[in-house]
C-alpha cells in the first residue's frame, strides 16, 4: 500500500497562543536552533545526532516557573517558516501523549475516520510517517518549479519538530520517541534534569532572569495597561524589589499584575509582601490573557501535595536553613550520630540512608532543588522557600523547626561547640 502523503504545512500550537509579551531568552533560542534547526545540522552543536543518523534533540530544564513553557511556544511559533510540521505533544500522562499522536495523524490526513477511533493505530500511523517523512515536492509551502525530469507526484524528505510538553515523567518518553530520522527534531520541556540524557547530554538548564533583565523585564510587565501611571520612583526601587523574587519570571508576571490590577505602586507591594506572600494575594491568584496564557500561580505550579510524606518533610526543613548552602552533613545524619536522634526528630523525616537519598532524588526530580558534588550542599530557590513556609500551620512550623534543631545538634554536638 503507497505511503499516504501528509497535508502540508502543519503548525499545532494547541490551546496556546503565541505570547505578545515574550521577553528575551535569545540566546536561549539560538542555542535551540543550533540542536534543532535542520540548516544547521551540520556545523550546529546538532551535527553529532546528525552524523549519527539519529533524531536531532535536545531538552529545557528547569524549576516551574522559570518560563520553559514560553520559550517553547515562542520557539514554536517564530520557527514555524523552518519546518514543514510542528507538532506539540502534551506529555504529562501515557494517555495524553497518546492521544496526542492520534490528534496529529488525523490532522496531517495519514489516518482516516475508522483509524482515528484506535490510538494505538492512529499512534502508530503518526510515528511511520515521522520515521520516514515525505512530502509532495511542490507544496502550498514552496512555489517552485520542479525540475523536468522529475514527475509532479515525486516525493521529497519533510522536515518536522515534535515538542513532548511538561514531560516531567521523563521515563514515559521511551515509548513514544520517533524513530531515526535525518529531518526530524524533538524538543522536551521538562522539570527533571535527566531530560538531557534522552537527548546526548544536549540540554539547557534555564537560569533565573539576571538582576538586569528581571528588571527590565518587571517594568514592562508593569507598564502593559499603558496608563500613564508610574508605579515606582527609580529603577534601582525595584532592583531591591525584583531581586527578592530571585529573577522567577512566574513571580514577577503576577506581582506586576496584581500591582496593575489594584492601583498600587512597588513600594505599596513591597511593603506588603514583606508580612509574607499570602498577604499580597498570590495565593488565590487568576490568570489573565497578559500573563502569557499559564494558569499557575507560584502557590500551584510546584505541587508539593503530590511529593512522598519523607520528601515532604524534607522539604519542610530545608526551608528554615540558608536556602543557598544547607550542608547534606546536617540533613542527612552519621550513622553513629542517629542514636541522639531517637525521639528528636519525627516520621516521615527520611533518617535512613536510603530514604533520605530517595527523597532528596525526588526534589531534584521535580527541580526543587539543586546538589552540587564537590561540597555536598544543597539549594532551594528562596521564593520556593517562602512558599513552603506559606503552606505550613503553626504545628507543622514547630515539628520541623524542632527537627531542624535537632539535626544540626546531632552534626555538631555541643562538645563540639564547647
Not at 105 to 116: I, Q, T
Not at 247 to 263: E, K, M, T
Request: aromatic fraction near 8%; proline fraction near 6%.
Amino acid at each position: 500500500q503507497p505511503q499516504k502523503v501528509p497535508q502540508l504545512p502543519y503548525h499545532s500550537f494547541g490551546r496556546h497562543p503565541r505570547n505578545p509579551n515574550f521577553f528575551g531568552r535569545q540566546d536561549i533560542t539560538e542555542k535551540l536552533d543550533g540542536f534543532l534547526l535542520p540548516s544547521q545540522a551540520a556545523g550546529g552543536p546538532g551535527a553529532r545526532s546528525a552524523a549519527m543518523g539519529i533524531t536531532k534533540s535536545c531538552a529545557i530544564c528547569g524549576i516551574g516557573g522559570m518560563g520553559k513553557t514560553q520559550i517553547a511556544l515562542e520557539y514554536e511559533h517564530s520557527r514555524r517558516s523552518e519546518f514543514d510540521a510542528i507538532m506539540l505533544v502534551q506529555a504529562d500522562a501515557r494517555t495524553s501523549i497518546s492521544a496526542s499522536f492520534g490528534t496529529i495523524a488525523v490532522a496531517l490526513g495519514l489516518a482516516g475516520e475508522s483509524e482515528s477511533s484506535d490510538l494505538a493505530v492512529s499512534f502508530s500511523i503518526a510515528m511511520q510517517w515521522l520515521s520516514n517523512p515525505v512530502k509532495p515536492a511542490v507544496t502550498a509551502r514552496s512555489t517552485l518549479t520542479p525540475p523536468p525530469e522529475r514527475a509532479d507526484n515525486a516525493l521529497v524528505e519533510a522536515t518536522w519538530l515534535v515538542i513532548f510538553h511538561n514531560a516531567d515523567t521523563i521515563d514515559l518518553l521511551s515509548e513514544f520517541w520517533p524513530s531515526s530520522a535525518s529531518t526530524g527534531s524533538v524538543l522536551i520541556t521538562t522539570r527533571d534534569p535527566a531530560g538531557r540524557d534522552f537527548c546526548l547530554d544536549n540540554g539547557i538548564m534555564l537560569q533565573p532572569l539576571s538582576v538586569e533583565d528581571a528588571v527590565r523585564f518587571f517594568v514592562e510587565q508593569l507598564n502593559l495597561d499603558s496608563d500613564g501611571h508610574t508605579r515606582f520612583d527609580s529603577e534601582s526601587d525595584v532592583g531591591s524589589f525584583v531581586e527578592r523574587f530571585g529573577g522567577l519570571p512566574l513571580a514577577l508576571v503576577q506581582d506586576a499584575s496584581l500591582i496593575r490590577r489594584r492601583q498600587m505602586t512597588v513600594d505599596e507591594f513591597s511593603q506588603l509582601s514583606r508580612r509574607g506572600l499570602k498577604p499580597t494575594g498570590l495565593a488565590n491568584y487568576q490568570a489573565s490573557q497578559s500573563d502569557g496564557g499559564y494558569q499557575h500561580s507560584i502557590f500551584t505550579v510546584w505541587t508539593f501535595e503530590t511529593l512522598e510524606e519523607a520528601t515532604k518533610s524534607l522539604l519542610n526543613v530545608m526551608s528554615l536553613m540558608d536556602p543557598f548552602a544547607i550542608q547534606e552533613a546536617i540533613l542527612q545524619p552519621q550513622e553513629e550520630n542517629t542514636h541522639q536522634l531517637a525521639g528528636s526528630v519525627p516520621s516521615p523525616y527520611p533518617t535512613d540512608i536510603r530514604a533520605y537519598v530517595a527523597a532528596r532524588s525526588e526534589l531534584v526530580k521535580a527541580f526543587l532543588i539543586s546538589r552540587s558534588l564537590p561540597s555536598r550542599h544543597v539549594e532551594l530557590h528562596p521564593l520556593v522557600q517562602e512558599v513552603v513556609w506559606a503552606g505550613m500551620d503553626e504545628e507543622q512550623l514547630r515539628t520541623h523547626f524542632c527537627t531542624a534543631v535537632a539535626l544540626i545538634h546531632a552534626a555538631w554536638p555541643s562538645e563540639v561547640v564547647k
